[in-house]
């Protein structure tokens, strides 16, 4: 089993900036994928982006490209996504989770195994 537990969501301004983090514990992951994911109000949850613990491939959804980085620090067994430039339609629940069937960044959130309980972050105009 392994545990993920997030942190860093809040309230900003468009334009502004969040880091939020992810705490993994439990199972070791260094051989998988590690995901952030999205959920809005009335909508489905969606692939941010992903990152392989041990190597620097990344994949990230077009709506985020440029603005968001998904990097790790294997050492704190913690993933982060640096958010940029935010805009209000960033505003949902973001979640990580691990991926340990595939050794691909996969996009699908039924490919992944573990899951966070989710941090809030709402972008205002």
């Known amino acids: 089993q392994a545990q993920l537990v997030e942190s860093g969501g809040g309230l900003v301004q468009a334009g502004g900036s969040l880091r939020l983090s992810c705490a993994a514990s439990?199972?070791?992951?260094?051989?998988?994928?590690m995901g952030w994911f999205r959920q809005a109000p009335g909508k489905e949850r969606e692939f941010v982006a992903g990152i392989k613990w041990g190597s620097d491939s990344t994949d990230y959804a077009d709506s985020v490209k440029g603005r968001f980085t998904v990097s790790r620090d294997n050492a704190k067994n913690t993933v982060y996504l640096q958010m940029n430039s935010l805009k209000p339609e960033d505003t949902a629940v973001y979640s990580c989770?691990?991926?340990?069937?595939?050794?691909?960044?996969?996009?699908?959130?039924?490919?992944?195994?573990?899951w966070g309980q989710g941090t809030q972050v709402t972008v205002s105009s």
């Open positions: 439990g199972r070791t992951l260094s051989r998988n994928v």
């Open positions: 989770a691990a991926q340990i069937r595939y050794l691909t960044i996969r996009r699908n959130p039924n490919d992944y195994d573990y």
